[in-house]
């Protein structure tokens, strides 16, 4: 497994970031080369929510479905993927005066028929770090405005 994380601080209230960043609605808004959520079951998110992804990773299209293991609002969510990948992603969200500093931490391990298909290894690692810091740098464009 390869972990990475990152983390800012967006000036908006806590409930107000967990709200928009904990559904999977939003996640192609602000999440960098996730083409699709669909199938989201039910709407409402939450513990046992469930949907399909959609995800490019060094030009290689991968797929798979996850679920919301862990959902403790306005504090954290955890959602696990399976598929092309297998990952978990956790949130994290503390009040800091009224703005909001937000981690995320993801663990994740690609598959080996896809992983054949990217170059390097290394790359790819590189990759999805900038991927995480760019997902909290979109979302605090969208919150902020």
């Known amino acids: 497994m390869v972990s990475i994380s990152a983390s800012l601080v967006i000036n908006k209230p806590t409930q107000e970031v967990f709200d928009y960043a904990a559904s999977p609605l939003n996640g192609p808004a602000?999440?960098?080369n996730l083409n699709e959520n669909s199938n989201v079951q039910p709407e409402q998110p939450g513990v046992g929510q469930?949907?399909?992804?959609?995800?490019n990773m060094g030009g290689v299209d991968l797929r798979?479905?996850?679920?919301v293991t862990e959902y403790d609002a306005p504090h954290k969510v955890t959602v696990v993927t399976k598929g092309d990948t297998s990952s978990t992603?956790?949130?994290?969200?503390?009040?800091?005066?009224?703005n909001t500093k937000v981690t995320l931490e993801v663990e994740y391990?690609?598959?080996?028929?896809a992983l054949q298909k990217?170059?390097?290894?290394?790359?790819?690692?590189?990759?999805?770090?900038?991927?995480?810091?760019?997902?909290?740098?979109?979302l605090k464009t969208i919150l902020e405005g």
């Open 30 to 32: 602000f999440i960098p």
């Open 89 to 98: 992603w956790l949130y994290t969200f503390q009040d800091e005066g009224g």
């Open 109 to 113: 391990e690609v598959a080996e028929s």
């Open 64 to 67: 798979g479905s996850a679920e």
């Open 118 to 138: 990217l170059v390097n290894r290394a790359v790819v690692e590189r990759l999805n770090k900038r991927t995480a810091e760019q997902s909290l740098e979109n």
């Open 50 to 55: 469930t949907f399909d992804w959609r995800f």
